[in-house]
């Protein structure tokens, strides 16, 4: 998978994690012998996209770099219920410690990445491509962005700093989505500025505005058709963005109105983690 996340990112955010857990040590692993020696396997347990190997690397050689990792997959690859991951060997001690740790990245990720490879594969052939959005987990956003890079879906913006959204509160204190519109090209030029509308009237009032990309925010789907009619008659025409609600039971029929993008926060926040789990062999 291209464009990973920071390399020093993944460590800093391993260390963080690793210091969350270990405290002032592993009292449990402490049990067994340090010169114990093991094999070790992480296996899938249900069909997923993989996504979190730099962060399973990066813990376990945080805790030790002696311990030898094998990936039998790669991120974004597709897993089978019962398939091996990862397989491990080293010191007992450290392998013990970071299992968990590595487990939980790389399930939340693989979660992301399997929801949102749920979701690009019910539009498929439409044209419309599935977005993420800015509800992930605090600390996280670049790595289940990547995440779902990694099923398949687009990133929509990385933060508040590389796209202008106009929402519903901004129209009220700017007074209104022309003055709105305006104001962020002057302030920030050059970056792309979207506007999210409710009804067919502001709609009317994006175009007319001239905004790079429209917000069809809870339209129903005869105000979608219509929202795409309209803009194909505009030249240039935006580039429209459904969202609100959507649901893997209705995320195609809402790609085949026509729109061109369908943002969905659940992809990020309502993570499903993926079921992993590490077994064990000691070295005699």
Known sequence: MNDRVDSDLITRQVAAALAEDLGTGDVTAALVPASQQVRAQILAREPAVL??????????KQLDPAIRLEWMVRDGDRLAADMPVLRLSGPARPILTGERTALN??????????????YVEAVAGT????????????????????????????NHRMGLYDMVL???????????????????????????????????????????????IILLDELSLDDMREAV??????????????????????????????????????????VHAVDLSMRLEFVK
């Open 51 to 60: 996504c979190g190997t730099d962060w399973a690397d990066a813990t376990f």
């Open 105 to 118: 990245f790389l399930q939340t990720l693989s979660g992301t990445a399997t929801a949102a490879a749920h």
């Open 127 to 154: 044209g419309c491509r599935i977005l993420d959005t800015r509800k992930t987990l605090p600390g996280l956003r670049l790595a289940q962005k990547y995440a779902a890079r990694c099923g398949g879906a687009q």
């Open 166 to 212: 106009i929402k519903e509160n901004h129209i009220i204190a700017a007074g209104s989505i022309g003055g709105a519109v305006a104001t962020a090209r002057r302030t920030s030029p050059g970056i792309p500025v979207e506007v999210e509308v409710e009804t067919l009237a502001e709609f009317d009032q994006a175009c007319e505005s001239g905004a790079d």
């Open 229 to 270: 009619k309209r803009n194909r008659a505009r030249s240039p025409a935006a580039k429209l963005e459904a969202s609100g609600s959507v649901k893997l039971s209705t995320v195609r029929e809402i790609a085949l109105t026509g729109v061109d993008f369908i943002s969905i926060g659940s992809i990020t926040k309502h």
